[in-house]
C-alpha cells in the first residue's frame, strides 16, 4: 500500500459537509470522477472479441460509472451483488482520481480534495475475470468504539484492506507485523476511554494487553491512529 494520505479536518461541521445523504457525488465532483471513470481501454465487446478477458480497470470503471448514473441494474452486470449493495452504501462524495490496478486486480478510486477517515483513502474494486467481486471503501464510524472493532476483526480475518477502511496505514502496518493466532491467547475488548488526546480503546489478554489509539469525530467518523502494547 501507499503512504497514507490522511489529512486533518477543520472542525466539525466542516467534516460534516462530506457527507451525503443520498447521491454518492456532489454536483462539482461529479465531473472529475466521471472523468477518472474515462480512459482509453478495450472495451468489452472489444476484449471479447479478440478472445481476451477486459482489462480489471476497464471492469472497475464501469461500475463506478454505474454508481455516479445511480444505476444499479448496470452495476450489476460487472459486479456481484455485495460489490454492488457496498459501493451504492458509500458514504462520502465520490472519489475523483482513478489510481490505478495493482496486482492484476485490485483497482483504486481515491481523493484528492477532501479527507476521509482510513487509510484506503476512496474505493478499492477486487476484479476477478469479468466483474467486480468485492469493494472495499473508507467508513464513517460514529463510534470509537466501531473503528476499533472494526480494525481488529479485519486482522483476525487477516484482512489489511478491511483494516485501512477505517485505521491508518501506520496503525494497519503494526498490527499486522504479527499474524492473528486463533489457537493463541484470548483478547477481551475492554471498551474505550476519552483523554486529552481523543480515545484509547482496548483488548487484553493473558500477559499484557493492545491498546489503539483513535482519532476523529462523530460528525467525520473515527480511525484507529495508532497501536500500542503492555505487559504485565
Given amino acids: 500500500m501507499s503512504a497514507p494520505w490522511l489529512r486533518g479536518v477543520a472542525g466539525s461541521a466542516a467534516a460534516a459537509a462530506l457527507l451525503l445523504p443520498a447521491a454518492p457525488a456532489l454536483a462539482h465532483s461529479a465531473h472529475s470522477a466521471n472523468s477518472?471513470?474515462?480512459?482509453p481501454a478495450p472495451s468489452a465487446a472489444q476484449a471479447a472479441s479478440m478472445g481476451l478477458r477486459p482489462a480489471?480497470?476497464?471492469?472497475?470503471?464501469?461500475?463506478?460509472?454505474?454508481?455516479?448514473?445511480?444505476?444499479?441494474?448496470?452495476?450489476?452486470?460487472?459486479?456481484?451483488?455485495?460489490?454492488?449493495?457496498?459501493?451504492?452504501a458509500y458514504p462520502f462524495r465520490?472519489?475523483?482520481?482513478?489510481?490505478?490496478?495493482?496486482?492484476?486486480?485490485?483497482?483504486?478510486?481515491?481523493h484528492t480534495s477532501v479527507?476521509?477517515?482510513?487509510?484506503?483513502?476512496?474505493?478499492?474494486?477486487?476484479?476477478?475475470?469479468s466483474k467486480v467481486v468485492k469493494?472495499?471503501?473508507?467508513?464513517?464510524?460514529?463510534?470509537?468504539?466501531?473503528?476499533?472493532?472494526h480494525l481488529f476483526k479485519a486482522w483476525r480475518a487477516g484482512d489489511r484492506y478491511r483494516g485501512l477502511e477505517a485505521a491508518t496505514n501506520r496503525a494497519v502496518t503494526t498490527l499486522f507485523r504479527n499474524r492473528f493466532d486463533?489457537?493463541?491467547?484470548?483478547?477481551?475488548?475492554?471498551?474505550?476511554?476519552?483523554?486529552?488526546?481523543?480515545?484509547?480503546?482496548?483488548?487484553?489478554?493473558?500477559?499484557?494487553?493492545?491498546?489503539?489509539?483513535?482519532?476523529?469525530?462523530?460528525?467525520?467518523?473515527?480511525?484507529?491512529?495508532?497501536?500500542?502494547?503492555?505487559a504485565d
Fill in 36 to 39: 477518472a471513470a474515462q480512459a
Fill in 56 to 88: 480489471p480497470a476497464t471492469v472497475a470503471k464501469k461500475l463506478f460509472g454505474a454508481w455516479l448514473r445511480r444505476d444499479r441494474h448496470a452495476a450489476s452486470r460487472v459486479a456481484t451483488a455485495g460489490a454492488v449493495s457496498t459501493i451504492f
Fill in 94 to 110: 465520490a472519489p475523483d482520481r482513478f489510481a490505478g490496478c495493482t496486482g492484476g486486480r485490485d483497482c483504486r478510486f481515491v
Fill in 115 to 129: 479527507n476521509v477517515p482510513g487509510g484506503l483513502d476512496g474505493i478499492l474494486m477486487v476484479v476477478s475475470g
Fill in 135 to 149: 469493494v472495499y471503501e473508507s467508513r464513517h464510524l460514529v463510534k470509537p468504539s466501531a473503528a476499533a472493532t
Fill in 182 to 230: 486463533p489457537k493463541g491467547v484470548a483478547y477481551i475488548f475492554q471498551g474505550c476511554n476519552r483523554d486529552s488526546k481523543g480515545y484509547s480503546c482496548a483488548y487484553s489478554y493473558e500477559g499484557g494487553a493492545m491498546f489503539m489509539r483513535l482519532g476523529g469525530s462523530k460528525a467525520r467518523g473515527y480511525e484507529v491512529t495508532s497501536i500500542g502494547y503492555i
